[in-house]
């Protein structure tokens, strides 16, 4: 059953394929393209989704180091240059190796000027300032989309599962996509629910485990959650020819 949205205004309609098309484009290069063609969710899709076992180790093993040579010692120069180190080396490894770098890449500059603003500071807390930054700016851009009628996951969902944006005249994609939408928006909410207090609190243990914890381990089981929720939605009301 379909029902049409609301008249868009005038170069809205082009502006969102753009978007569509580059964010569907960068989520099939990170794996989920790969995710949206499989008919079941078995573990090597869903760990090529997440940027397979190297990409976990280069996403939690900066972190996990920071934390335990900080806890153990209270060196904050030290446990900054092992964390950033390792980074570094990750990157370095994948240019050698002339594998994809752009993620690495994006770590370690996280990592880098995380690491700046701690020791400018000498302030421990203050490496986990840019992931509350970019938690925040993610989770606006996600309830942005929704407020505007074009929700982000409806956008990558369209492009990956090839009928860009005519989901919007399916009243039950429009739904769902923003119901998933809100559900993303919730996770990064939730991240900054939980650590913005310890970081008031100046407790970096907590802040280093609950970053990690509320990492990967909260991403895939929402990943898996959302490609379930799209495939059936889509079994139901196939893409639009």
């Known amino acids: 059953m379909t029902s049409n949205p609301p008249e868009d205004r005038k170069g809205e ?8 098309a580059a964010l569907g484009s960068a989520a099939a ?17 869903l760990l090529e989704a997440m940027g397979g076992i190297r990409g976990i180790v280069e996403a939690i093993l900066p972190g996990l180091l920071f934390l ?14 092992i964390s950033v180190g390792v980074a570094a080396i990750f990157t370095a490894l994948r240019l050698v190796q ?34 509350f ?5 993610y989770a606006t851009a996600l309830l942005i989309s929704v407020a505007v009628r074009w929700p ?9 599962m090839g009928e860009g944006t005519a989901w919007r005249q399916v009243a039950v994609k429009r739904r769902v996509f923003a119901v998933l939408t809100l559900c993303w928006a919730g996770m990064f909410l939730l991240r900054l629910a939980v650590q913005l207090p310890l970081y008031v609190a100046g407790n970096v243990e907590w802040l280093a485990a609950t970053k990690l914890i509320m990492g990967i381990p909260l991403y895939a089981p929402l990943l898996i959650l959302t490609w379930l929720v799209v495939r059936a939605v889509y079994r139901k009301y196939p893409a639009a020819a």
């Open 152 to 160: 982000i996951i409806g956008l990558v969902a369209g492009y990956l």
């Open 133 to 137: 930054v970019t938690n925040g700016v």
């Open 29 to 45: 290069k990170s794996g989920l393209g790969a995710l949206a063609e499989a008919d079941k969710p078995n573990g090597k899709v």
């Open 68 to 81: 335990l040579v900080y806890t153990a010692s209270k060196n904050l120069p030290l446990a900054l240059g």
């Open 98 to 131: 002339g594998t994809p770098v752009s993620s690495a890449l994006g770590g370690l500059i996280a990592a880098g000027a995380s690491a700046a603003l701690a020791l400018m500071t000498n302030r421990p807390e203050d490496n986990f300032v840019l992931g």
């Open 13 to 20: 309609p082009d502006t969102a394929e753009a978007i569509a």
